[in-house]
């Protein structure tokens, strides 16, 4: 009972953080520095990006009709800019999918640990202040998914790389980072970085799922579906939350939290290890 408790705490904390640009695995990593799931480091690994899972259904869920590429409701049957979109949403991936595969066991032995993600916290917190003071009084150029260009597209995916490397980094924060920096709205950014996840979750669970096997331990498949379950229902609430504060605020909250988690990260462990 105790794990399944454990297992619906990390859910909450990944639904939270996986959409809002400060660093869902991150937070998970930090969150198992003081509540330790009873499982194998091999079920660790692979529950660390599965869960996402759950997450990534709420995006599908909420925005169904921007991403189903396909109209049964009469005339054409292909919506063809829900095609092109996806295009550029598979182009934006291959960069971080490519060095997820290549360097996937190098990443979890040596960027997984509290100092890389404390200094991408922090890091990429200040980024977030810069560009919003940058951008403070200047129109976007980019206010619609159709107006991302390819070139828009793979700069984002760069972005996004940085995000597969350093764990803190935040996928949703480093594609944001990148989007504002190009001129997309805020609101454009959120939901094409939101599009951005399905893919790339997806990859990543099958590329765990593989690499641990489906040998399941009852208890196991209890926990992980438990944590996917409650990043669902989570994901819902702070997706609709994210869409509605950005519309009217800036991202300069999360920068700062994300400082001052990091800070105190540090300082802690700096104290305590």
């Not at 809002?20 to 930090?30: A, D, F, K, N």
């Not at 091999?42 to 995006?59: D, N, P, S, T, Y």
């Not at 063809?80 to 291959?94: E, Q, R, V, Y």
Request: aromatic fraction near 14%; hydrophobic fraction near 60%; charged fraction near 15%.
């Amino acid at each position: 009972m105790m794990e399944i408790i454990k297992a619906i705490l990390f859910g909450i904390v990944e639904g939270i953080t996986e959409w809002l640009p400060i660093s869902s695995t991150g937070h998970m990593i930090l969150l198992n520095e003081f509540v330790r799931l009873d499982v194998s480091e091999e079920f660790w690994q692979m529950f660390l990006v599965v869960i996402q899972l759950g997450a990534i259904l709420a995006v599908v869920l909420l925005f169904w009709e921007k991403i189903f590429p396909f109209n049964f409701k009469g005339g054409s049957i292909i919506k063809a800019d829900t095609f092109l979109l996806w295009g550029k949403i598979i182009a934006a991936c291959i960069p971080a999918a490519i060095v997820g595969i290549l360097l996937d066991d190098f990443l979890d032995k040596y960027l997984y640990n509290y100092t890389v993600v404390s200094i991408a916290l922090i890091v990429f917190g200040i980024a977030f202040l810069i560009i919003e003071e940058k951008n403070k009084g200047k129109a976007p150029r980019i206010n619609s998914l159709s107006e991302i260009t390819w070139n828009t597209a793979l700069i984002i995916g760069i972005f996004q790389l940085i995000a597969a490397v350093f764990p803190g980094t935040s996928r949703s924060g480093a594609t944001i980072v990148g989007a504002l920096l190009l001129g997309v709205s805020r609101t454009v950014a959120a939901e094409f970085t939101f599009f951005l996840a399905i893919p790339v979750m997806l990859g990543a669970s099958l590329l765990k799922l593989l690499k641990f096997g489906f040998s399941f331990t009852s208890m196991e498949a209890i926990i992980l579906l438990t944590g996917m379950a409650v990043a669902f229902l989570v994901s819902i609430i702070v997706i609709r939350f994210l869409m509605g504060y950005i519309k009217k605020h800036d991202f300069k909250v999360f920068g700062w939290y994300r400082i001052a988690l990091g800070a105190l990260v540090l300082t802690y462990f700096g104290l305590f290890a």
